[in-house]
């Protein structure tokens, strides 16, 4: 059986300290069919994250450079490159763990009903060590409406979903991260 393509979204902006990271965490997945698209609103050709991508530039590795309207426009670019049957979306200062690609292809591949799955991730510290895990819960559409237990970076999201609901809110600029202000 062919192994979809799975197209990560890593949305970018002066993060020249950990964006490398962020793709060695990518190419050392065991998942081999992936495209990576980085959308850099900062990027400046003198810049370290020029260097960095350009050292990672592979068949599928696909990168913009310009300015955008913050994250979720950024997002929403690399939702209208993406190629893939699944998405995920990889902040440039969050990194997935071995083999986490491959286990969420296998859970939907099992579930072919299910638009989205998603498992456990950990804080971590600009050093990317361990603080702590993040407070992952099993899905209760109740519950998502009190909090926040869904790990952004740990979600990956069949690309009909997205079809079918559209883009990201691009009036939103305090959800992306886990950010959440009280109301």
């Known amino acids: 059986m ?14 020249d300290q950990f964006i490398q990271e962020t793709i060695e965490s990518l190419l050392s997945q065991d998942y081999p069919n992936l495209e990576h698209i980085v ?21 599928r590795f696909r990168w913009v450079a310009e300015k955008d309207r913050r994250q979720a426009h950024a997002i929403n670019k690399g939702l209208a490159m ?11 200062d969050d990194t997935y763990l071995p083999h986490a690609v491959k286990k969420a292809v296998s859970v939907l591949d099992q579930n072919p009903q299910w638009g989205m799955v998603y498992g456990k991730a950990n804080y971590t510290d600009d050093q990317n060590h361990v603080i ?11 519950r998502l409406y009190e909090t926040c237990f869904i790990c952004q970076p740990a979600a990956f999201i069949r690309k009909e979903a997205f ?4 883009e990201i809110d691009e009036s939103f600029h305090f959800c992306k991260d ?5 109301a």
């Open 163 to 166: 079809d079918k609901v559209g």
């Open 2 to 15: 062919d192994q979809p393509l799975v197209s990560i979204i890593t949305p970018s902006y002066q993060q």
């Open 39 to 59: 959308i850099d609103g900062g990027l400046q050709t003198h810049n370290r994250n020029f260097a960095v991508i350009q050292n990672h530039l592979v068949e």
């Open 82 to 92: 993406a190629k893939g049957e699944i998405i995920g979306w990889l902040n440039s």
């Open 132 to 142: 702590g895990p993040y407070p992952v819960e099993p899905f209760q559409l109740e």
């Open 178 to 182: 886990c950010k959440f202000e009280n």
